[in-house]
Nanobody, 124 residues
Framework: QVQLVESGGGLVQAGGSLRLSCAAS????????MAWFRQAPGEEREFLSA????????YYADSVKGRFTISKDYAKNTVYLQMNSLKPEDTAVYYC?????????????????WGQGTQVTVSS
């Protein structure tokens, strides 16, 4: 059974940084893609970044390129999202997602597994 657990959200002032973590279990063997999305109230789920578990391939949305960095730790089966220069408009629930396909996609329906989400609030 695949389980994704996010952590690291919280309240931060504009200009600050946060690092989100996504601990994955059940995704063993083979290659897969992991991604971060976010959803603000009344908005659609927005793609942020994706990473291939076995290669160095990454993919970013233009809106976060240069501010957010996705990375992984094999030993901990964990994917991270480092978020810098945060803005009030980054306020949202942030979700980790995974799919047992190596293709990196920015489409939320591509991903079959989702975490419960972690709230990020950026104050002005």
């Amino acid at each position: 059974q695949v389980q994704l657990v996010e952590s690291g959200g919280g309240l931060v002032q504009a200009g600050g940084s946060l690092r989100l973590s996504c601990a994955a279990s059940g995704l063993t063997f083979g290659n897969y893609a992991m991604a971060w999305f976010r959803q603000a109230p009344g908005e659609e789920r927005e793609f942020l970044s994706a990473i291939n578990w076995r290669t160095t391939n990454t993919y970013y949305a233009d809106s976060v390129k240069g501010r957010f960095t996705i990375s992984k730790d094999y030993a901990k089966n964990t994917v991270y999202l480092q978020m810098n220069s945060l803005k009030p408009e980054d306020t949202a629930v942030y979700y980790c997602a995974a799919d047992q396909s190596p293709r990196l996609s920015g489409t939320w329906s591509t991903y079959h597994y989702w975490g419960q989400g972690t709230q990020v609030t950026v104050s002005s």
